[in-house]
């Protein structure tokens, strides 16, 4: 009996339920040299937004037990050459193209849906109302449940596709955002994006990061992700993508079992560009030995007695 | 450390890079980006010279002949080859050097005039002198406290060796204040640089735009460029130092 690793979420067939978390695989160009992009479940764009950014002074990047912060500051080209130039290399590859938006108003999150709206090749949007290392917008609008449902529903007024939303880690209960954004219409959720954090270099009194702050991702995050993940997962219906620090088949199985209906592989792809191949084969082999035909039925399997 | 990546070594350039994982457990948790330093074509071999600086580098320090390391590369642009019969200038402060000896050793190879200004602390940390003038290069070394040479930094021995003989074309490895002064030495001299730059680097593939550079674009704005796939090697001018 062949294993089935397929998943539905929101609507989009994949294959298997592993992605890429945004930010962390480009375009996904830049890692087709190095893997075959195609066998994954979906491919998560980083953030796309309305105008190019050039992101934050250097900097950007800092290594720390167990993980890494970074504060890249959502660096893009911007809408016209992601349609232009990036989403065209995509098409072909027989996988749903999740794109990311980040907008520093409503106006832009609302404007990027309804551009992509009539892109070819665009299976579903990812709404980051969660990135830590940019002024305006980004976490601004994931820490308050009621802002968080107003760009939810405004992008799902604008766009007939899928609407995922990011949210942050960094708020007092994420439940309580998870079940606003759940109201205004999210088709899914993901969780989580990286966590608020910095490093200082006590010998010159300075901090390392460029942008001062960043964010942590890894496998340090991995505890507080799967928390997260679990009790988001409690609290709403719509189906959970969940992230954060997954390095192997067995840390993604956990995210599975915590309640999440897809996963998404981060800075693990820093490390090992094929990694989320290897994840792949990982969970079919699991799934082989624990007898489970079908993967969504490893969705919130944890038993707590 | 030398090793064995017959794929590797059929199509490094001079100033290209590897990432390397340093470890076989999660930490260190980042690939190390470390310039490749020589090949050998016809054996396959890989050469790298570096200093221990921290986790990653001690560890792969530590590796014993016939461990099995998990590289990435070669990555990044490298520098283009000089013109033949041209008079190249390299400029090396410390390890800088690594880099810059695969380059010295192809361009004096192919018949360039190759001339090696390379400035360290002291003795000690002055590299690879005899097997610069071995490939063929004229060296110029300077040191700081007088060991060895000339007394002063590389920038000193640089402008002086500028006043003596003319240089078609200058790279340069080192310092970031060191590339910077020899940009401006470069560009009052109109001659063409090049730079190889480091910086944290997370991806080493273009994907996550973690080590980024400040540069000028041509209209005059500013913009960031990846140090692992725009570079490691930039137009000095290029550069906003």
Redesign the interface.
């Known amino acids: 009996m062949r294993s089935d690793l397929t998943v539905e979420i929101a609507g989009i067939r994949m294959k298997n339920p592993v992605m890429d978390a945004s930010?962390?695989?480009?375009f996904g160009v830049?890692?087709q040299p190095?893997m075959d992009i195609s066998r994954l479940g979906a491919l998560v764009t980083?953030s796309v937004t309305l105008e190019p950014v050039?992101?934050n002074?250097?900097?950007?990047?800092?290594?720390?037990?167990?993980?890494?912060l970074?504060s890249?500051g959502l660096?893009n080209p911007g809408l016209e050459v992601f349609l232009a130039e990036k989403l065209p290399l995509l098409h072909g590859f027989n996988l749903p193209v999740l794109v990311n938006i980040a907008g520093k108003t409503l106006e832009e999150y609302v404007a990027l849906a309804a551009a992509l709206e009539q892109a070819p090749g665009v299976a579903g949007l990812e709404v980051n109302i969660s990135c830590p290392n940019v002024k305006e917008g980004g976490m601004a609008f994931g820490a308050d449940p009621s802002s968080a449902a107003a760009v939810t529903k405004a992008v799902r007024a604008a766009s007939s596709l899928p609407v995922i939303v990011k949210l942050s880690p960094n708020v007092t209960d994420i439940t309580v955002i998870a079940r606003a954004v759940e109201g205004a219409g999210a088709s899914a959720i993901s969780l989580i994006n990286t966590l608020a954090g910095m490093a200082i270099d006590h010998e010159k009194r300075r901090p390392i990061l460029g942008n001062v702050t960043g964010g942590l991702s890894?496998?340090a995050v991995k505890p507080v992700a799967l928390y997260q993940v679990w009790r988001v997962c409690q609290a709403v219906r719509i189906p959970v993508i969940g992230m954060g620090g997954i390095?192997n088949a067995g840390d993604a199985i956990q995210f599975m079992l915590a309640g999440a209906a897809a996963v998404a592989v981060g800075?693990a792809?820093?490390?090992?560009?094929d990694v989320m191949l290897e994840i792949i084969d990982g969970i079919e082999d699991y799934m082989v030995r624990h007898r489970v035909a079908k993967v969504n039925q490893l969705v919130g399997a944890l038993e707590i007695t | 450390m030398t090793i064995k990546a017959v794929g590797v070594v059929s199509r490094a350039k001079p100033g290209q890079f590897l990432h390397i994982?340093c470890g076989k457990a999660?930490?260190?948790?980042?690939?190390r980006p470390l310039s490749i330093h020589r090949v050998d074509k016809e054996q396959g071999l890989l050469f790298l010279l570096f200093q221990v600086k921290g986790a990653g580098t001690l560890w792969l320090a530590s590796q014993q002949p016939g461990d099995v390391l998990?590289i990435?590369g070669p990555l990044g642009n490298g520098f283009k080859p000089p013109a033949r019969d041209s008079a190249l200038l390299l400029v090396a402060g410390g390890i800088g050097i690594a880099p810059l000896f695969f380059l010295a050793e192809e361009a004096a190879a192919k018949g360039s005039l190759v001339k090696v200004v390379i400035g360290a602390r002291n003795l000690d940390h002055l590299l690879l002198l005899d097997k610069l003038a071995e490939a063929g290069a004229t060296v110029l070394a300077a040191t700081e406290d007088g060991s060895f040479g000339f007394r002063g930094t590389a920038i000193d021995l640089l402008t002086k060796a500028l006043q003596e003989e003319k240089a078609d074309l200058i790279c340069a490895c080192g310092p970031r204040g060191m590339l910077a002064k020899t940009a401006s030495i470069a560009e009052k001299r109109q001659i063409p640089c090049f730079v190889s730059l480091e910086?944290?680097?997370?991806?080493?593939?273009?994907?996550?735009?973690?080590?980024?550079?400040?540069v000028l674009t041509s209209d005059g704005n500013?913009?960031?460029l990846n140090v692992c796939?725009h570079g490691p090697v930039f137009a000095a001018g290029e550069v906003a130092w």
């Open positions: 930010g962390t695989f480009g830049e890692y190095l980083k050039c992101g002074p250097p900097p950007r990047i800092w290594e720390t037990a167990g993980g890494m970074n890249i660096q890894g496998p390095m800075a792809n820093f490390v090992q560009p | 994982k999660a930490a260190p948790f980042l690939r998990d990435l910086e944290y680097m997370a991806c080493g593939v273009g994907a996550c735009r973690g080590c980024a550079i400040k500013m913009d960031y796939s």
